[in-house]
């Protein structure tokens, strides 16, 4: 298992889930990206995203990390 990390930080809708999409179609099942994304889009575009393609989310943004989402690819 590789854990990727993209930094969307600053980016506005859809441009952090499109960096994940994009990512996600070139790694393997079981890897993990670790996304940090302050738009609050994503608290809603993330979680949606998994649920649609069955992708796992490990993490998403809490009072440790505001701006952290763990994805592990599954399919």
Not at 22 to 36: T, V
């Amino acid at each position: 298992m590789t854990v990727f990390t993209i930094d969307a930080r600053g980016l506005s809708c859809p441009e952090p889930l499109m960096l994940v999409k994009a990512k996600m179609r070139k790694i393997e099942r079981g890897d993990e990206i670790e996304l940090f994304s302050d738009d609050p889009v994503s608290l809603r575009d993330v979680p949606a995203y998994c649920k649609f393609l069955g992708h796992t989310l490990l993490a998403k943004p809490d009072d440790d990390h505001p701006a952290r989402f763990v994805l592990r690819k599954e399919t």
